[in-house]
């Protein structure tokens, strides 16, 4: 892959994540079209562009868009930037329009590259993790609101050129992006951190005031206690990001530490203009499944692979799928139930 070649971006799906993204790559020079299934945003974007908003500044970028079924062309580049559960059907859709030896980047939520190693042969498929905050909020709109850790590598750990490349690539979006041997320590870590957020998602207070809240810090310190013993188990070397230190959440942590990577975690998420987790947009505002078969089923799974008990998981995923069916309101009262849970499985 050449540095000519690493300008010319396909983004597949042009939401929160992959909008923000490719509007910045290219205000900054680089050759973008984008790719989204919702017809409507496609067309807000074809006749007025792709605007950005939010405190870092409001700008309008002009690219190509088109819907998966309009498109033509191949590309080098592919960033994967569609919500989890649709991973497997956005691989099979994209592959005809990946150059031989290019390169699909998975800048998603969940351990998607093993999804997408399925359609695409792995040693064309890198991960990625971020955790910056951005909406989607109407057609042709996104809002970023606020920075976070930004990583990307091959799957394998080897620092390649062309990962060097596409690092170079997302730096122009997050100057501090970080090109890592572990992509998947990150990954891992933030599918303990997401369950920490799925369980702020079915109140409806904000991220920091529902991780500020102390009765209930002893229910989010098992949650991440879960997650990582499953981690550990599965060989992963969990990575610390933007106030969420694994370390606090294994099992021979104190109680002390967790406290203090939830502070942390507070205190990150204070900073941002957005306030609560994409999740919570989708059960309250948008009305539409979430991702939480596609990131905490893997961990629910993997512990069934290994031996590895995750009862707060598993409950957590069934009250998030309640919510989405309309059986079950948002509420704190949904903490109760797996806080319940939590004092029956340490009895």
């Given amino acids: 892959m050449s540095e000519e070649d690493s300008e ?13 993204i490719g509007a910045y790559l290219l205000r900054d020079g680089s050759d973008v079209t984008f790719v989204d299934v919702a017809a409507d945003h496609v067309q807000a974007i074809v006749e007025r562009g792709l605007s950005i908003t939010g405190p870092f500044g409001e700008f ?8 998966p079924d309009t498109l ?26 990946l150059k031989p030896g290019g390169v699909v980047v998975s800048i998603q939520n969940g351990l998607n590259p093993l999804i997408i190693n399925d359609h695409i042969s792995p040693q ?20 970023y609101g606020g920075r976070g850790v930004v ?34 320590g990150y990954l891992w870590s933030k599918l303990a951190y997401g369950a920490l957020l799925f369980a702020t998602a079915v109140t409806n207070d904000s991220i920091a005031d529902a991780l500020a809240q102390p009765g209930d810090r002893a229910l989010y310190t098992e949650l991440g206690r879960e997650v990582m013993r499953v981690a550990l188990a599965h ?16 099992p021979s942590a104190g109680d002390a530490a967790a406290q203090q990577s939830l502070d942390g975690m507070v205190a990150f998420n204070r900073r941002s203009a957005k306030t609560h987790s994409g ?27 290994h031996g590895v008990p995750t009862p707060l998981t598993a409950k957590l995923v069934e009250l998030i799928h309640q919510i989405e069916d309309g ?16 004092l029956q499985e340490q009895a």
């Fill in 72 to 97: 033509e062309g191949q590309w080098d580049t592919i960033l994967l930037c569609t919500k989890a559960q649709h991973t497997a059907e956005a691989a099979k859709t994209l592959a005809p329009h």
């Fill in 124 to 143: 064309q498929v890198l991960g990625s993790f971020v955790n910056f905050g951005a909406d989607y909020l109407e057609p042709g709109v996104v809002h």
């Fill in 8 to 20: 010319r971006i396909l983004v597949w799906g042009a939401g929160a994540i992959g909008g923000t």
């Fill in 235 to 250: 060989g992963v070397t969990p990575e610390a990001f933007n106030g969420f230190d694994p370390a606090a959440f294994l």
């Fill in 60 to 67: 309008k970028v002009a690219a190509p868009a088109v819907t």
């Fill in 327 to 342: 059986t079950r309101e948002l509420g704190r009262e949904n903490l109760t139930e797996l806080r319940a849970l939590m």
């Fill in 279 to 305: 999740i919570w947009r989708d059960l309250a505002v948008r009305k539409r499944r979430t991702e939480v078969d596609a990131q905490l089923g893997w961990v629910v799974h993997f512990g069934e692979q």
């Fill in 151 to 184: 990583v990307i590598g091959e799957q394998n750990g080897e620092i390649t050129e062309r990962a060097r490349q596409l690092h170079a690539m997302l730096s122009h979006f997050e100057p501090d992006a970080i090109l890592s041997p572990n992509v998947f």
